[in-house]
Nanobody, 123 residues
């Protein structure tokens, strides 16, 4: 059974940096695109970033482009989301998800989901 587990959330000041990780068990991330989505209080879950299953091509939402970086480790069991210059509007529960689709920012394309990790950006 494939399971995804996110780690790294917390409470940080505006302008801080933080890295989230997503670890997989039951298989590796080989052959899967992996994405981060987030859901802020009172809002729908939205796409943040993805790394494609072929070529490890990253893609980002406009709201995080230039501030967030997604990457996967060489062993293909962990995907990272490095976040810089965090803003209060980045406050959300961050979810990791994996898909057999080539590179999709659509939630319905993702078969496997983690339980989420809370990030709060506040002074």
């Amino acid at each position: 059974q494939v399971q995804l587990v996110e780690n790294g959330g917390g409470l940080v000041w505006p302008g801080a940096s933080l890295s989230l990780s997503c670890s997989v068990s039951g298989r590796t991330f080989n052959g899967l695109s992996v994405a981060w989505f987030r859901q802020a209080p009172g809002k729908e879950r939205e796409f943040v970033a993805l790394i494609s299953r072929v070529g490890n091509t990253p893609s980002y939402a406009d709201s995080v482009k230039g501030r967030f970086t997604i990457s996967r480790d060489i062993n293909a069991v962990t995907v990272y989301l490095q976040m810089y210059n965090l803003r209060p509007e980045d406050t959300a529960v961050y979810y990791c998800a994996a898909s057999q689709a080539f590179a999709s920012n659509l939630q319905r394309e993702y078969d496997f989901w983690g339980q989420g990790t809370q990030l709060t950006v506040s002074s």
